[in-house]
């Protein structure tokens, strides 16, 4: 593993990390909303057959917020721009994850060019949340979340980094009976709370994701071999909605059963075979 620090042409800088041998095809991988590149901890040492690229999106992780107003365009063009930068000798593959999904699909809206032809979205945010849409209360809940942490300055601040609060939350999406891996998964979930770069800017862009959703980049997806992984217990993004935007996108569904938003540390095996299985 090899920590980098590439400053963009635009004067943005953003973190990465590399793994294995930069001769393999290259796979990068895009974390989801609150993450950073330590999120695909245990799918690292499943990849070896790819030279992995993780990048922490701006804003999250290590790399610095380049502006308050950035957005999912934003993060797009900036994923983009990085990928340029890294002057690769041919596009790589790329892989989002949960918000990270739509960061891939605005990119390669962009620059459809940036990309090989094999796109993979493990659990995309599949469509905008509607009035009667299962995930509404959820949803809900978080917006209130990062609107009281922004508005009340002390209260908010101990809301924003409350290890109680982020317990509960985590618990609600695992699916693992594992004591072990369920408190490693906490403890990560806990580190990402040491690395929020603006609890203001958060809520505007937890607001535009579920403003938003893959099936609105179907033109731009449709250019490409299109692979969703997605839990058939996860209801952060539910099979049945994942269903449809497939079908929608002309994109193969790989569902991985017993598991739900998660997979990426609770299933890392079952992923990295269907990722390997779709590359390969």
Same mark, same amino acid.
């Given at each position: ?17 590399? %793994? ?8 990068? +991988? ?12 245990? &799918?690292? $040492?499943? *990849? /070896?057959?790819?030279?992995? =690229? ?7 992780? =290590?790399? @610095?917020? @380049?502006?308050? #107003? ?8 900036? +994923? !983009?721009?990085?990928?340029?930068? &890294?002057?690769?000798?041919?596009? @790589?593959?790329? +892989? ?5 999904? *739509?960061?891939?699909?605005? !990119? ?12 993979? *979205?493990?659990? $995309?945010v599949p469509a905008p949340v509607g009035i009667a849409d299962a ?5 809900m809940l978080s917006q209130l979340y990062y609107a009281i942490s922004?508005?009340? @300055?002390?209260?908010? !601040? #101990?809301?924003? /980094? ?12 695992? /699916?693992?009976?594992d004591k072990e891996l369920q408190a490693a998964i906490h403890n990560?979930?806990?580190?990402? &709370? ?10 505007? +862009? ?13 033109? !731009? ?42 997979? %990426?540390?609770?299933? $890392? ?5 269907? =990722? ?5």
């Amino acid at each position: 593993m090899t920590r980098h620090l590439l400053t963009l042409p635009s004067g943005d800088e953003i973190a990465y990390w590399t %793994h294995h041998d930069d001769e393999k095809p290259v796979l990068i +991988l895009v974390h989801g909303f609150t993450g950073s590149h330590e999120g695909f901890q245990y &799918l690292v $040492p499943l *990849l /070896t057959d790819f030279h992995l =690229i993780i990048p922490d999106l701006p804003g999250f992780g =290590i790399s @610095p917020l @380049p502006d308050e #107003k950035l957005n999912l365009v934003g993060l797009g063009e900036l +994923l !983009a721009e990085f990928i340029d930068a &890294l002057q690769l000798p041919e596009p @790589p593959h790329l +892989l989002g994850h949960s918000m990270g999904s *739509l960061v891939v699909a605005e !990119a390669v809206r962009r620059r459809p060019d940036i990309a090989a032809q094999k796109l993979i *979205l493990v659990s $995309p945010v599949p469509a905008p949340v509607g009035i009667a849409d299962a995930r509404r209360g959820g949803a809900m809940l978080s917006q209130l979340y990062y609107a009281i942490s922004h508005r009340l @300055p002390h209260v908010g !601040a #101990k809301l924003a /980094t409350s290890r109680r609060l982020t317990r509960l939350s985590t618990t609600v999406i695992m /699916t693992t009976s594992d004591k072990e891996l369920q408190a490693a998964i906490h403890n990560h979930h806990f580190d990402n &709370l040491d690395h929020i770069s603006s609890i203001g800017w958060y809520r505007r +862009l937890y607001r535009q994701i579920n403003r938003t959703g893959i099936s609105r980049y179907r033109v !731009a997806l449709q250019r490409f071999d299109l692979l969703i992984i997605n839990g058939n217990k996860d209801s952060v993004t539910p099979l049945k909605r994942q269903k449809k935007v497939a079908k929608l996108l002309g994109a193969k569904l790989m569902i991985i059963p017993n598991v739900g938003h998660l997979s %990426h540390y609770e299933m $890392p095996e079952r992923l990295a075979q269907g =990722i390997k299985n779709f590359l390969q």
